[in-house]
């Protein structure tokens, strides 16, 4: 069975700095989806990045991207010149690529970024 | 407005009392699930349900049961809730078409079991 590990509880980041959340998964399927959700004090589960596995391009979205690394199995999110509002929840989520009309998404337990102004 | 809206927002009842938390949305998606988040857990999988006559239970199915009233609307239901069912609620949704493939979520809703 896949699984998704967030094995940071809590991180906290300097205004303007550079923080890394880390995010590691299991699963023996070759194509599938990865996804980074923030969830702000709102509650509001927002879709932050996505990256297919069969891309070797890392995504980028602005101020945020990711370093995926299939072999390790890890997909960390960087989040460049942090601000106040990316204090948040961000969970890290897999998908497997194929439709076997099964149950596909499995969520890691979260990671809260604090930001200092 | 919202793609995805949940009923209520927020609700405090009682142990013992029937409880039903809504969902409508207007994505035009196939595809609907309820998770719980409890803090430290992450989002656990109530239900899900892939059209209006497939429902499936996920891993915490118990003591909640669910209906697809119609491809937009979804529903959980606590039949009896107990204070262990106090828990942030969310609906989502997904395209089976889509190019997407992520899910889309509503609000949540807050419930309280005293």
């Known amino acids: 069975a896949q699984t998704v590990t967030q094995s940071q509880p809590e991180m906290s980041v300097q205004e303007a700095e550079t923080v890394t959340l880390s995010c590691t998964y299991d699963?023996?399927?070759?194509?599938?989806?990865l996804f980074w959700y923030k969830q702000p004090p709102s509650r509001q589960m927002i879709l932050v990045i996505r990256?297919?596995?069969?891309?070797?391009q890392n995504a980028t979205e602005n101020r945020f991207s990711v370093n995926f690394q299939k072999a390790a199995k890890s997909f960390s999110l960087k989040i460049s010149d942090s601000q106040l509002g990316d204090a948040a929840m961000y969970f890290c989520a897999y998908r497997r690529r194929w439709d076997s009309g099964t149950y596909k998404y499995i969520f890691g337990t979260g990671t809260r970024l604090k930001v200092l102004a | 407005d919202a793609d995805v809206t949940q009923t209520p927002r927020n609700r405090i009842t009682k142990t013992g009392k029937r409880i039903m938390l809504e969902c409508s949305q207007t994505?035009?998606?196939?595809?609907m699930y309820w998770y719980r988040q409890d803090p430290g857990l992450g989002l656990r999988l109530i239900y899900y349900s892939f059209d209006v006559k497939d429902i499936n239970k996920g891993e915490i199915s118990d003591g909640y049961s669910v209906s697809r009233q119609a491809q937009a609307k979804f529903s959980l239901s606590l039949e009896s809730a107990i204070p262990n069912q106090t828990a942030l609620y969310f609906c989502a949704t997904s395209d089976s078409g889509g190019a997407s493939y992520e899910q889309y979520f509503g609000p949540g809703t807050r419930l309280t079991v005293t």
């Open positions: 699963t023996s399927e070759s194509d599938y989806y």
């Open positions: 990256q297919e596995a069969y891309k070797q």
């Open positions: 994505k035009g998606h196939d595809r």
